[in-house]
């Protein structure tokens, strides 16, 4: 069956062609899962166990099967068109792609795929980064490492429940406090650590973080 490109308003669709500009400057991601909530404005996919939540707006297009045969009968029934959630549902396999800007993501259109799995293999296979920490939070980790050559980089991971911590104590701590112990009692910044991560459309996901080296205590 034909697919049909929708666009977006804010709870109510209507076909429409791709817009001759890009409304952001930013770079584009892209990220493969499954629809687990729907919004008038708003999505949310868990991709490879990561939950993530995109905005929609008038600029959102969305391809799904019989996308323009519900817009059709929803104008003419004298609505602009049908409903996001009367088109994608919960439960959906779909391949965003979007925008982040400053950690808010915005959906600049929303596929139908037959798997929830990533597009690539790159994307599927697990990577892995070694450097010092320069921040930490509880749901992000940011370090800083060297590449060769001279050349240094700086990576910010997500963290989540999924996010595995290893080191010196970690199962001693997590112990005391009942199996949950957040990630900023176990790393600190200065602590060295080596970090297995998986690349989700650009957005990395931490799954594990192993600390080899605690840093030096201040004098």
Same mark, same amino acid.
């Given at each position: 069956?034909?697919?049909t490109?929708? /666009?977006?308003?804010? +709870? /109510? ?45 008038? %600029? ?12 059709r ?5 004298? /609505? ?7 088109? =994608? ?39 892995s ?6 921040? =930490? ?7 800083s490492?060297?590449?060769?050559? +001279? ?9 989540? &429940? ?11 701590? /997590?112990?005391?406090?009942? +199996? %949950? ?12 650590? &080596? ?10 996901h ?14």
């Amino acid at each position: 069956m034909r697919r049909t490109f929708v /666009a977006l308003a804010l +709870g /109510a669709l209507v076909v429409a062609g791709w817009p001759a500009t890009p409304a952001f400057a930013q770079p584009t991601k892209t990220a493969r899962g499954t629809v687990t909530a729907m919004a008038a404005d708003s999505i949310g996919v868990k991709v490879q166990g990561v939950d993530m939540k995109f905005n929609v707006d008038s %600029k959102t297009t969305v391809e799904a099967r019989g996308a323009g045969t519900k817009s059709r009968a929803a104008q003419a029934a004298g /609505a602009a068109g049908p409903k996001l959630g009367e088109v =994608v549902k919960v439960g959906d396999n779909v391949e965003v792609t979007y925008h982040d800007t400053n950690g808010t993501l915005h959906a600049a259109k929303i596929r139908a795929v037959a798997s929830a799995g990533p597009a690539t293999a790159a994307e599927a296979a697990p990577k892995s980064s070694n450097g010092t920490v320069k921040s =930490v939070s509880g749901t992000s980790l940011s370090i800083s490492g060297s590449s060769g050559g +001279g050349a240094t980089f700086d990576q910010t991971f997500t963290i989540d &429940s999924k996010t595995k911590v290893v080191g010196r104590g970690a199962g001693t701590k /997590a112990a005391a406090a009942g +199996g %949950k112990v957040a990630i900023t009692d176990l790393v600190a910044a200065g602590d060295k650590v &080596s970090v297995s991560f998986h690349d989700m459309g650009g957005t990395l996901h931490a799954s594990e973080v192993r600390v080899t080296a605690k840093a030096a205590p201040s004098k």
